[in-house]
């Protein structure tokens, strides 16, 4: 790996505005149809019924949803318990739940009924027992402190209103020592309030992302180590805006005692 790529943890917060979504227009009623009441949303109501709905509504598809290979680059070791948050249909959770066996455990967590349905039809149809599928949000994941030794997610963080509190989850549930194999998009400019305060935009995982060096940044400022830059796509168009994908990993620091 290329030097250059790895950061090393910076302490305090980012303090950029922009890892926080603006205030959602009031949702119109477009949504009507859809559940949402049977969690409680530290979100906009309007973004998480965009996102219910788009991904509900995909859930039966075939369309690529991946944004890079975090799932491969995550070596999952047997025994390990995996979380795989944005989990949709479920295709990565499957797979980490055969990587870390019997002994192990993952959890895929989701907000799109749809998407949750489908990944639970899946793992029954298979016989898969030692994963399971929680309803939860990125910025209030349903899952103790210090539960996981690996998290991964696929083109999901993106979505997040507010990514610091997003990616202060993935280091509370992440044991000391535990590991982050991320695939997402950034932006190549920074994203015009217009778009990023657009339930319907953002749900269409364009309109979230925010520049590299302020995704890198936010990781740092979590408490992250060892943030490498594992594989990185060329800028393409996406909605109104270029993107480019990468995967990132890192590491939350073990515990000062044990060493
Ligand atoms: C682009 S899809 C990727 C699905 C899956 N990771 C894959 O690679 O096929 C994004 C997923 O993240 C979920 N998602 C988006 N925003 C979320 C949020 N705030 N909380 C929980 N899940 C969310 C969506 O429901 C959707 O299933």
Not at 29 to 57: D, E, F
Not at 112 to 124: I, T
Not at 176 to 195: K, M, W
Request: some cysteine; overall charge negative.
């Amino acid at each position: 790996m290329n030097s250059r790529n790895r950061l090393s943890p910076r302490a305090g917060p980012v303090p950029n505005s922009r890892l926080r979504v603006e205030p959602f227009l009031p949702d119109a009623g477009s949504h009507a149809n859809v559940t949402t009441s049977s969690i409680k949303s530290p979100l906009p109501m309007a973004l998480i019924s965009a996102i219910n709905q788009r991904y509900s509504a995909l859930a039966e598809s075939t369309c690529c949803l991946l944004c890079g290979g975090a799932a491969d680059r995550s070596y999952a070791q047997l025994g390990e318990v995996a979380v795989d948050i944005g989990s949709g249909r479920g295709q990565d959770a499957l797979r980490l739940a055969e990587a870390v066996g019997p002994t192990g455990h993952v959890y895929g967590v989701d907000v799109a009924e749809g998407m949750l349905e489908k990944a639970r039809r899946m793992a029954e149809k298979l016989g898969v027992t030692n994963l399971e599928f929680r309803r939860s949000e990125i910025e209030k994941l349903d899952l103790p402190d210090q539960v996981a030794d690996l998290v991964t997610s696929n083109c999901t963080m993106n979505h997040a209103a507010d990514k610091s509190a997003a990616w202060a989850e993935v280091y509370r549930i992440l044991k000391p020592g535990g590991r982050f194999v991320v695939s997402d998009i950034y932006a190549l400019h920074e994203v015009p309030v217009s778009f990023r305060s657009d339930p319907k935009a953002v749900a269409e995982c364009w309109a979230g992302a925010v520049e590299r060096e302020l995704y890198l940044e936010t990781l740092s400022a979590c408490g992250f180590s060892d943030i490498e830059v594992l594989e990185e796509s060329a800028p393409y168009k996406k909605g109104a805006i270029e993107v480019a994908s990468f995967t990132v990993s890192g590491q939350k620091v073990g515990c000062c005692c044990c060493g």
